[in-house]
């Protein structure tokens, strides 16, 4: 049988959470606090994400010469 689970952790100290108003990211924080600590860890690592993927890829210089 499929049980739907709506029960959901939070992501910061895995204490159930279940004001739908702390959902972020589709985690269910137990609190504002650790609501807005986890949107920041997602966002911190989106950006770092971004900046390895980004366009950090020099090309080789040319050592012309000798
Ligand atoms: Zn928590």
Known sequence: MT?????RYCPICGKPG???AYNRFGELACSDAHAEEF???VRDQKVRA?????PDQRLPRQ???G
């Open 3 to 7: 049980v739907q689970t709506t029960e």
């Open 18 to 20: 279940t004001d739908p």
């Open 50 to 54: 971004h900046a390895a993927a980004g």
């Open 39 to 41: 949107a920041k860890e």
């Open 63 to 65: 050592m012309s010469g």
